[in-house]
C-alpha cells in the first residue's frame, strides 16, 4: 500500500518570502499522480498543483511550483512571495493511475504566514 | 456548474442516534468518494462508489457505516449509533466517468456526536 509522509506539522514564513513544503511518499509503482491541496480554515479542500510522475519537468502554478525528485520519492512545495492569503493546512496526496483509485494523503502541514 | 454539494454542513448528534450525510456530485460526475478527517489528521479513504454499485470500501468500518449512490439522487453516507469516537469531518469527492487527474471536493460534513 501507499504511504504519504510530512515530517513537517507546523511552518511559518515572512509575507513576501519563500517557504517549502516537504513531502515523501512510498509506492512500487512507476506511474502515479501527485497532487498539493490546501485547506483554508473553512476547511474546503482546494487542489493548488498536481504533477504526473511520468512528466520530468516540475509542475508551476503562478506562486506555487514543485520539486519532484522521483527517484528519491520527494515532492515538495515551494511557494513564493507568500500572501496572508496562503495561510492554511496543506496536504501532500497520492493516487494510483489505476482506474479511479482514491487519494491517498499524507497528515498534513500547517503554515503561518507573519505580517 | 455548480460544485460537489454537501449538506448539512454541521451535523450535532447524541451518541446511538443515526447520521445521514448527503453528497450531491457535479454534473456529469459519476464517481464519488467519501473520505474522513479527524481532528490534527489527513484525510482518510472510506468507500468508493459508482452509480447504484459500490466499488471500494475498504476504509469503511464494518459495523455502523453504510454509503449508497443511487440511480437518482445524492450519495448518502449513514452512520448508525454514533459514538463519540465517529466524530470528525467527512468529505465527498467526485469525479466525471472518465479517468482523469483530480477529484473534485465538497465543503464537508463536520459531525459533532455529544
Known amino acids: 500500500a501507499q504511504t504519504v509522509t510530512q515530517s513537517q506539522p507546523e511552518m511559518s514564513v515572512q509575507e513576501a518570502e519563500t517557504v517549502t513544503l516537504s513531502c515523501t511518499y512510498d509506492?512500487?509503482?512507476?506511474?502515479?499522480?501527485l497532487f498539493w491541496y490546501k485547506q483554508p480554515p473553512s476547511r474546503q479542500m482546494i487542489l493548488v498543483i498536481r504533477?504526473?510522475?511520468?512528466?520530468?519537468q516540475n509542475a508551476t502554478e503562478n506562486r506555487f511550483s514543485v520539486n519532484f525528485q522521483k527517484a528519491a520519492k520527494s515532492f515538495s512545495l515551494k511557494i513564493s512571495d507568500s500572501q496572508l492569503g496562503d495561510a492554511a493546512m496543506y496536504f501532500c496526496?497520492?493516487?494510483?493511475?489505476?482506474?479511479?483509485?482514491?487519494?491517498?494523503f499524507g497528515k498534513g502541514t500547517r503554515l503561518s504566514v507573519i505580517a | 456548474n455548480a460544485g460537489v454539494m454537501q449538506n448539512p454542513r454541521h451535523l450535532v448528534r447524541r451518541r446511538g442516534q443515526e447520521a445521514r450525510l448527503r453528497c450531491s456530485p457535479m454534473?456529469?460526475?459519476?464517481?464519488v468518494y467519501w473520505y474522513r478527517q479527524l481532528p490534527e489528521e489527513g484525510l482518510k479513504f472510506m468507500v468508493y462508489?459508482?452509480?447504484?454499485?459500490?466499488?471500494?470500501e475498504s476504509g469503511m468500518p464494518k459495523e455502523r457505516f453504510s454509503a449508497e449512490f443511487p440511480k437518482e439522487g445524492p450519495s448518502i453516507l449513514r452512520i448508525q449509533q454514533v459514538v463519540r469516537g465517529d466524530s470528525a469531518a467527512y468529505f465527498c469527492?467526485?469525479?466525471?466517468?472518465?479517468?482523469?487527474?483530480?477529484?473534485?471536493f465538497g465543503p464537508g460534513t463536520r459531525l459533532t456526536v455529544l
Open positions: 469527492a467526485s469525479s466525471p466517468r472518465l479517468v482523469i487527474h483530480e477529484q473534485f
Open positions: 509506492t512500487s509503482e512507476s506511474d502515479y499522480y
Open positions: 504533477q504526473e510522475a511520468y512528466k520530468q
Open positions: 496526496a497520492y493516487r494510483s493511475p489505476s482506474g479511479n483509485t482514491p487519494l491517498v
Open positions: 454534473k456529469g460526475h459519476s464517481h
Open positions: 462508489l459508482q452509480k447504484e454499485n459500490i466499488i471500494d
